[in-house]
């Protein structure tokens, strides 16, 4: 009865380690999925942060265009402007030397 007791609790016992074996081949599974996750994670993180930075330059960019665009616009608006001048003083410089050719 005692030997059978002691056979049964040794079952128990291997039993119980082979248990607690798969226990520790399941944390351990469980261990490298979370470090796989958290990689991806990371990775994750890495590409969000690389895509902001890239939008980022490209506002930079975009703003830095319109900014150029509105000096060109003013450039062209005063070149414009001054060559009119310049045009309306010969225009007038012409009509004096006509009235001077009439007056003589």
């Known amino acids: 009865?005692?030997?059978?007791?002691?056979?049964?609790?040794t079952e128990h016992a291997q039993e119980a380690e082979m248990a607690l074996a798969?226990?520790?081949i399941q944390l351990e599974d469980a261990e490298r999925?979370?470090?796989?996750r958290?990689?991806?994670l990371v990775a994750r993180e890495s590409e969000v942060s690389n895509l902001h930075t890239m939008f980022s330059q490209e506002q930079s960019d975009h703003a830095e265009a319109l900014h150029l665009q509105e000096q060109r616009?003013?450039?062209m608006e005063n070149?414009?402007?001054?060559?009119?001048?310049?045009?309306q003083n010969l225009e007038a410089e012409l009509r004096g030397t006509l009235h001077e050719r009439e007056a003589a």
């Open 1 to 9: 009865d005692a030997r059978a007791e002691r056979l049964q609790a």
């Open 22 to 24: 798969t226990l520790k």
């Open 33 to 36: 999925l979370l470090q796989d």
């Open 38 to 40: 958290e990689s991806a």
């Open 73 to 75: 616009r003013v450039e």
């Open 79 to 87: 070149t414009h402007a001054s060559a009119n001048a310049e045009q």
